[in-house]
């Protein structure tokens, strides 16, 4: 008897549109892009405004080149949704033993492997239709994420801290907006990038508490697992390596009082997540690990009127 499939995954914004009014042939491929679960562009799309605002305030500018933050969105929709259309691909096998994850296209047989790839190709082409808007420095910078993203599935089968991967990718970011400012990198960019290295380990721990003990049937390692009952520690040790290092990056780019305000609110809300952590509450961990698009966006609302303060 073919098993039911859940008109909507668990982690999947209750009532979005991708559920409720699109074609139902579509709806399939959405949940390959992770459409119904848009956190994940907006944390991909994070570190790319935190990097063009940078750029912006050593650069003297009023605010960050909107044209290049409006590239890095539609970059980032289509690329998270590629990446997620990847890891599912890999994770295809795995995906039917975690309850979390089996009604996801592929494992469920909504989706064809051949048609996953089509749909991998033709998220791929819009990326780099967006990446050749830049200029060559960018381009190739962003080439160069290509086999972090590409390694990243496979590693959950063998490294414990998986996270640290899945951060080299999800934080990349941070050195496109500098890139395509200035054609060229340097230590304020590089800092931030290991800020949001930093980051993003801390918030994907969270996100995996949700599954530990399906990982741990399954054989799936994480980060989650590692800390284990020390998971507060570990989070708060990511944190506030997050926060030097951003703070590092600041005082790099010759950053004004606005923007290290912003770095303490960030850092205020970082707290209260780690205050918060409850590792038998996988409800919980999903809403705090959703609040870090609220804590990205007060830091780059920060940055933003940072430059607007000194240009005036």
Same mark, same amino acid.
């Given at each position: 008897?073919?098993?039911?499939?859940?008109?909507?995954?668990?982690?999947?914004?209750?009532?979005?549109?991708?559920?409720?009014?699109?074609?139902?042939?579509?709806?399939?491929?959405?949940?390959?892009?992770?459409?119904?679960?848009?956190?994940?562009?907006?944390? $991909?799309?994070?570190?790319?405004?935190?990097?063009?605002?940078?750029?912006?305030?050593? #650069?003297?500018?009023?605010?960050?080149?909107?044209?290049?933050?409006?590239?890095?969105?539609?970059?980032?929709? /289509?690329?998270?949704?590629? !990446?997620?259309?990847?890891?599912?691909?890999? +994770?295809?096998?795995?995906?039917?033993?975690?309850?979390?994850?089996?009604?996801?296209?592929?494992?469920?047989?909504?989706?064809?492997?051949?048609? #996953?790839? *089509?749909?991998?190709?033709?998220?791929? $082409?819009? !990326?780099?239709?967006?990446?050749?808007?830049?200029?060559?420095?960018?381009?190739?910078?962003?080439?160069?994420?290509?086999?972090?993203? =590409?390694?990243?599935?496979?590693?959950?089968?063998?490294?414990?801290?998986?996270?640290?991967?899945?951060?080299? *990718?999800?934080?990349?970011?941070?050195?496109?907006?500098? /890139? /395509?400012?200035? !054609?060229?990198?340097?230590? #304020?960019?590089?800092?931030?990038?290991?800020?949001?290295?930093?980051?993003?380990?801390?918030? +994907?721990?969270?996100?995996?508490?949700?599954?530990?003990?399906?990982?741990?049937?399954?054989?799936?390692?994480?980060?989650?697992?590692?800390?284990?009952?020390?998971?507060?520690?570990?989070?708060?040790?990511?944190?506030?390596?997050?926060? =030097?290092?951003?703070?590092?990056?600041?005082?790099?780019?010759?950053?004004?009082?606005?923007?290290?305000?912003?770095?303490?609110?960030?850092? =205020?809300?970082?707290?209260?997540?780690?205050?918060?952590?409850?590792?038998?509450?996988?409800?919980?961990?999903?809403?705090?690990?959703?609040?870090?698009?609220? #804590? !990205?966006?007060?830091?780059? =609302?920060?940055?933003?009127?940072?430059?607007?303060?000194?240009?005036?």
């Amino acid at each position: 008897m073919e098993r039911p499939v859940a008109s909507s995954l668990p982690d999947a914004v209750q009532g979005h549109w991708a559920d409720r009014w699109a074609p139902a042939s579509l709806r399939p491929y959405l949940r390959l892009a992770r459409i119904e679960r848009p956190i994940g562009w907006w944390l $991909l799309l994070l570190p790319c405004w935190w990097s063009a605002a940078l750029a912006a305030i050593a #650069a003297g500018q009023p605010w960050p080149n909107p044209i290049h933050c409006i590239l890095f969105l539609i970059g980032a929709v /289509a690329m998270r949704g590629a !990446g997620c259309t990847y890891n599912d691909i890999v +994770d295809r096998d795995l995906d039917t033993r975690v309850e979390r994850t089996r009604d996801r296209p592929l494992p469920s047989g909504q989706v064809s492997l051949k048609q #996953a790839l *089509a749909f991998l190709a033709l998220q791929g $082409l819009v !990326g780099l239709a967006v990446l050749l808007q830049f200029n060559a420095f960018a381009i190739l910078t962003g080439l160069a994420s290509l086999g972090i993203v =590409a390694l990243y599935p496979f590693m959950k089968r063998f490294f414990w801290m998986p996270q640290i991967v899945l951060g080299l *990718a999800f934080a990349w970011g941070a050195l496109m907006g500098w /890139a /395509a400012a200035f !054609g060229s990198l340097g230590w #304020a960019p590089v800092l931030l990038y290991l800020g949001s290295i930093a980051w993003v380990v801390g918030y +994907d721990t969270i996100y995996a508490l949700q599954d530990i003990e399906d990982d741990e049937i399954a054989g799936i390692k994480s980060s989650a697992r590692f800390f284990g009952e020390r998971v507060k520690l570990g989070v708060g040790l990511c944190y506030g390596l997050t926060l =030097a290092f951003i703070g590092a990056a600041f005082t790099a780019a010759d950053a004004g009082p606005v923007a290290f305000v912003g770095l303490a609110l960030f850092a =205020a809300h970082l707290a209260w997540q780690v205050v918060r952590i409850d590792r038998n509450d996988g409800a919980g961990a999903l809403r705090l690990f959703r609040s870090n698009r609220d #804590a !990205g966006l007060v830091l780059f =609302a920060a940055m933003t009127l940072d430059c607007l303060v000194r240009f005036a």
